[in-house]
């Protein structure tokens, strides 16, 4: 954001609903959680709010982030001028079965995404380890491969991050996301997972639907969304490029993995003003 900022551009990193110092998630309704109530948090609480004269604006998204902006653009492109996504590449909807079922299917049901459906189970699993360690394991994870919770082991199964958390992750930024999420707790993050069955039925008017908007894709080399089967395929041949046919270029990062945000700052800020310039 500093970068962009001292460029001459308003940058915004928003709260998602249910995390960081957002107030009055419903957390115990699952519906609410659904990509049409956080897109419309997005155009609603965040871009109308901010400037409601501004026509559009250049999105850069990571992760959830990144499923979110799809959806934005999908819904209502008028919004955006264009779009820098890291990490998660859109994925068409299939009309056969949702994501839930989709990754049981090639994963098993230790999965994360399987452990995550079942409401306030993984919360209590992980509440024994305290927030900072919960979170320590997920923001350090590089692993190439899924990500298994396997019941009642918690957090055990995921590899130790190491000692120093070196540039990936300070102990300051460390403490910072756990005392958020101190006040939050995970429900609500949760909450993202267990709604999407809801999406995949909500999604259906879109299903064969393009995203039209000036796209740049980045990537990590060893990102696991990278690794998962077909992705590779999909991304670097010509299905990306026919579902978003307005994408420009596709960067996959060397040595790098999920957080490559993070992992290569200075990298990745180029990246993006290079791409956001030209418009």
Same mark, same amino acid.
């Given at each position: 954001m500093? !970068?962009?900022?001292?460029?001459g !551009?308003?940058?915004?990193?928003?709260?998602?609903?249910?995390?960081g110092?957002?107030?009055?998630? =419903?957390?115990?309704?699952?519906?609410k959680?659904? $990509?049409?109530h956080?897109v419309?948090?997005?155009?609603?609480?965040?871009l109308?709010?901010?400037?409601?004269?501004?026509?559009?604006?250049?999105?850069?998204a990571?992760d +959830?982030?990144?499923?979110? %902006?799809w959806?934005?653009?999908l819904?209502?492109p008028d919004?955006v001028?264009? $779009?820098?996504?890291?990490?998660?590449?859109?994925?068409?909807?299939? =009309?056969?079965?949702?994501?839930? #079922? +989709?990754?049981k299917? $090639?994963y098993g049901e230790?999965?994360?995404?399987? *452990?995550?459906?079942?409401?306030?189970e993984i919360?209590?699993?992980?509440?024994?380890?305290?927030?900072? @360690?919960v979170l &320590?394991?997920?923001?350090?994870f590089?692993?190439?491969? =899924?990500?298994?919770?396997?019941?009642?082991?918690?957090?055990d199964?995921? =590899?130790?991050a190491?000692?120093?958390?070196?540039?990936?992750l300070? #102990?300051?930024g460390?403490?910072?996301f756990?005392?958020?999420?101190e &006040? /939050?707790?995970?429900?609500?993050?949760?909450n993202y997972y267990r %709604?999407?069955?809801?999406?995949?039925?909500?999604?259906?008017?879109? /299903?064969g @639907?393009?995203v039209?908007?000036? /796209? &740049?894709?980045?990537?990590?080399?060893?990102?696991l969304?990278? *690794?998962?089967?077909?992705?590779?395929?999909y991304?670097?041949?010509?299905?990306?490029k026919?579902?978003?046919? $307005?994408l420009?270029?596709?960067?996959?990062v060397?040595?790098?993995?999920?957080?490559?945000?993070?992992?290569?700052?200075?990298?990745?800020?180029?990246?993006?003003?290079?791409?956001?310039?030209?418009f």
């Amino acid at each position: 954001m500093v !970068y962009l900022a001292e460029r001459g !551009y308003r940058a915004v990193a928003p709260d998602l609903r249910g995390y960081g110092d957002t107030t009055g998630a =419903p957390v115990n309704d699952i519906s609410k959680f659904s $990509l049409f109530h956080l897109v419309v948090d997005l155009i609603a609480a965040l871009l109308e709010a901010i400037d409601p004269n501004e026509d559009n604006v250049f999105v850069v998204a990571h992760d +959830w982030g990144a499923i979110i %902006a799809w959806r934005l653009f999908l819904f209502r492109p008028d919004k955006v001028k264009a $779009l820098v996504n890291l990490s998660v590449h859109f994925s068409p909807r299939n =009309p056969h079965m949702n994501w839930v #079922e +989709w990754f049981k299917a $090639l994963y098993g049901e230790d999965h994360y995404i399987l *452990r995550f459906q079942i409401p306030g189970e993984i919360e209590a699993e992980f509440t024994p380890y305290g927030v900072k @360690a919960v979170l &320590k394991k997920f923001l350090t994870f590089r692993g190439p491969g =899924p990500s298994y919770f396997p019941k009642g082991k918690g957090i055990d199964a995921v =590899p130790d991050a190491p000692a120093a958390l070196s540039s990936l992750l300070s #102990e300051e930024g460390l403490d910072y996301f756990a005392c958020k999420f101190e &006040k /939050t707790g995970f429900t609500g993050p949760v909450n993202y997972y267990r %709604a999407l069955p809801l999406n995949w039925e909500l999604k259906a008017p879109w /299903t064969g @639907a393009q995203v039209k908007v000036p /796209t &740049k894709f980045i990537v990590g080399e060893f990102d696991l969304v990278y *690794r998962i089967p077909g992705a590779k395929e999909y991304i670097n041949n010509d299905g990306f490029k026919k579902d978003v046919p $307005l994408l420009e270029e596709v960067v996959v990062v060397e040595s790098a993995a999920h957080f490559v945000n993070q992992e290569r700052p200075d990298e990745i800020n180029k990246h993006i003003y290079e791409f956001i310039q030209k418009f």
